[in-house]
């Protein structure tokens, strides 16, 4: 990935916002390999990232969506993500049409553009983010009953507010296949661990 850092984005942006070109790799490829998340993933990703992110831990990530976003109006759009990674794509092997996949899986709430709050949670390091502790803990929020295992109920009644509520029964459904894999219909703590835990074998080398 060293060519990257002759890219004119990379010296730029670089130079503006004072990160280190290893942390400029490092943030872009958190983003990218988001491309692949699922919706469960993305939703339990913000929650964590709102809940355990300290000011200081954010700066970094706070410099680049502010580079990102062209227009200052606080939204990363599809056109401004193309704009910005045109040269990451040639290094990372990232078409145009995953470009348009990381979008809509960083979009949690579905309005079509990445607020800040969603931004966190696509670029945070994950081996971060995904710490068991923080599993543990956002596993007992979802757990609304307390009696060790998410129900359907209580992942309507989580994410219920975000746009995942207007696609119908069939997008719960889809969640508890995807991480209910014994079937049995709940979702226990180690079900819900390697869930989260596959973002990571995603990641960028």
């Given at each position: 990935?060293?060519?990257?850092?002759?890219?004119?984005?990379?010296?730029?942006?670089?130079?503006?916002?004072?990160?280190?070109?290893?942390?400029?790799?490092?943030?872009?490829?958190?983003?990218?390999?988001?491309?692949?998340?699922?919706?469960?993933?993305?939703?339990?990703?913000?929650?964590?990232?709102?809940?355990?992110?300290?000011?200081?831990?954010?700066?970094?990530?706070?410099?680049?969506?502010?580079?990102?976003?062209?227009?200052?109006?606080?939204?990363?759009?599809?056109?401004?993500?193309?704009?910005?990674?045109?040269?990451?794509?040639?290094?990372?092997?990232?078409?145009?049409?995953?470009?348009?996949?990381?979008?809509?899986?960083?979009?949690?709430?579905?309005?079509?553009?990445?607020?800040?709050?969603?931004?966190?949670?696509?670029?945070?390091?994950?081996?971060?983010?995904?710490?068991?502790?923080?599993?543990?803990?956002?596993?007992?929020?979802?757990?609304?009953?307390g009696n060790g295992?998410?129900e359907k109920e209580?992942?309507?009644?989580?994410?219920?507010?975000?746009?995942?509520?207007?696609?119908?029964?069939?997008?719960?459904?889809?969640?508890?296949?995807?991480?209910?894999?014994?079937?049995?219909?709940?979702?226990?703590?180690?079900?819900?661990?390697?869930?989260?835990?596959?973002?990571?074998?995603?990641?960028?080398?």
């Amino acid at each position: 990935m060293a060519d990257l850092l002759n890219f004119d984005w990379f010296k730029s942006h670089g130079e503006q916002s004072r990160l280190t070109e290893a942390r400029l790799i490092d943030i872009s490829s958190n983003l990218i390999s988001f491309t692949n998340a699922t919706a469960f993933q993305s939703g339990v990703c913000s929650i964590i990232a709102n809940i355990v992110t300290k000011s200081e831990d954010l700066s970094e990530i706070r410099n680049m969506f502010l580079h990102l976003d062209k227009n200052n109006d606080g939204f990363l759009t599809l056109d401004e993500l193309r704009d910005n990674y045109k040269d990451l794509a040639k290094i990372c092997l990232v078409d145009e049409r995953n470009v348009e996949k990381m979008l809509k899986a960083c979009d949690d709430n579905g309005d079509g553009k990445i607020d800040y709050a969603e931004f966190i949670g696509a670029a945070y390091e994950k081996q971060l983010l995904l710490s068991g502790d923080n599993l543990h803990r956002v596993f007992s929020m979802l757990d609304a009953d307390g009696n060790g295992s998410i129900e359907k109920e209580e992942l309507k009644l989580a994410f219920g507010g975000a746009h995942l509520s207007t696609k119908g029964e069939q997008i719960w459904d889809e969640i508890m296949g995807e991480v209910d894999k014994n079937n049995d219909g709940v979702i226990q703590f180690s079900e819900f661990e390697s869930a989260m835990l596959s973002i990571l074998k995603q990641q960028v080398k």
